[in-house]
């Protein structure tokens, strides 16, 4: 298993979302699919790749990969 970390796809990173109903008012929100750290963590199993090489063509902006059990 592969655990790969990537910058959250949901707020881009930044780890806070901004709702806006309009231009005048806008209400900062803490991402809930990052919890605000701006990055996420991703599962793969060893078996559908050669090596990390394989795995960097899926996640070419990957933060960090890591071999795990």
């Given at each position: 298993?592969y655990?790969?970390?990537?910058t959250c796809?949901?707020?881009?990173?930044?780890?806070?979302?901004?709702?806006?109903?309009?231009?005048?008012?806008?209400i900062?929100?803490?991402?809930?699919?990052?919890?605000?750290?701006g990055?996420?963590l991703?599962s793969e199993?060893?078996?559908?790749?050669?090596?990390?090489?394989?795995?960097?063509?899926?996640?070419?902006?990957?933060i960090?990969?890591?071999?795990?059990a």
């Amino acid at each position: 298993m592969y655990e790969v970390t990537i910058t959250c796809p949901n707020c881009d990173g930044a780890g806070s979302i901004v709702m806006s109903s309009d231009l005048s008012c806008s209400i900062e929100h803490e991402c809930c699919a990052c919890a605000g750290i701006g990055r996420t963590l991703v599962s793969e199993a060893a078996e559908m790749y050669e090596d990390t090489a394989a795995l960097l063509e899926d996640y070419p902006n990957a933060i960090k990969i890591e071999r795990v059990a």
